[in-house]
């Protein structure tokens, strides 16, 4: 999308886009007979949010782009409704861990993308890239690689030179806890005895990958990971974050490699998606929040 200019036929002059654009490309222009608002850009640092699109009550700004304007109806959203029934949604949201086989359709897909590309982003760098996985055998094979390197990691952590002379802070702690080989014992002991300990025999695999331009990459695909999610639940459709493939993924370059993500790009996240067996009665329990007021 690429703002061009404004339609003066067209504008009234209320300055809404000249309040909301974040890089301040549209201006107020006074002169002796009358105010117009003009759209300046000379050093390109439009970063095509859309928010001037949006916000323009008579349409008047003029860009190019190949995806279709959506209007918002007027009073489509029902507020007094819409928080209870999302609150219900984000309460009942779990991870899920058992699939039926069934695959998930083209169109199910195809539907929480098309949630999923409104997800914000810094400066709207928009830098995710995605690979989905369908194709039962590329999803074990997968499986089974995250497998042999949570193995490898097990004998690793467990050497005591290598434990005690070159794994340090958080990431020592972490392996001295019990729960740890316990953990990675039991994702190899699920393996050997034909389980998938890593995406649950789940249809549909998604993996966000994107160059690594510092924190906010992180963050801006956790921001994007839970809108598909999110849409997913309310498409019916269970989804799981899978953190171990995620973590070997980041780690081992051979197996990002092997799944063809391209050298300079960093896996940020992987979830789970398909029909859910379980079907959960009560919302649990959940400590508040801690929060500190300044």
Request: contains cysteine; glycine residues 6%; proline residues 6%.
């Amino acid at each position: 999308m690429k703002i061009i200019e404004i339609d003066h036929e067209k504008c009234i002059n209320c300055l809404e886009c000249v309040a909301e654009c974040p890089s301040h490309l549209f201006i107020d222009e006074k002169t002796d007979s009358e105010d117009t608002v003009a759209y300046v850009d000379p050093y390109s640092s439009c970063i095509q949010c859309g928010h001037c699109i949006s916000i323009c009550p008579t349409d008047a700004i003029i860009y190019q782009s190949v995806e279709k304007l959506i209007k918002i109806p007027k009073k489509s959203i029902d507020f007094n409704t819409l928080f209870p029934q999302l609150k219900l949604l984000l309460q009942t949201k779990r991870s899920t861990r058992r699939y039926l086989p069934e695959p998930v359709s083209e169109s199910e897909i195809k539907e929480i993308f098309d949630v999923m590309k409104y997800a914000p982003s810094a400066s709207n760098a928009r830098a995710w890239k995605f690979l989905i996985l369908t194709d039962p055998k590329k999803i074990k094979t997968l499986s089974q690689k995250v497998v042999n390197s949570i193995s490898l990691t097990r004998k690793l952590v467990t050497n005591f030179l290598i434990k005690n002379f070159f794994i340090y802070g958080q990431l020592r702690k972490t392996i001295n806890e019990p729960s740890f080989t316990v953990s990675l014992d039991r994702i190899i002991g699920d393996s050997l005895a034909g389980k998938d300990p890593i995406f649950f025999d789940a249809p549909c695999v998604i993996i966000l990958y994107s160059p690594n331009y510092g924190n906010l990459a992180g963050c801006d695909s956790g921001i994007i990971m839970t809108y598909g999610m999110l849409a997913a639940e309310s498409l019916g459709l269970g989804s799981c974050w899978i953190g171990f493939a995620q973590e070997s993924l980041q780690r081992l370059r051979s197996l990002s490699k092997f799944i063809g993500i391209p050298r300079g790009h960093m896996v940020w996240g992987c979830f789970t998606l398909g029909k859910p067996i379980p079907i959960f009665h009560r919302i649990p329990p959940k400590p508040d929040l801690s929060v500190k007021r300044i």
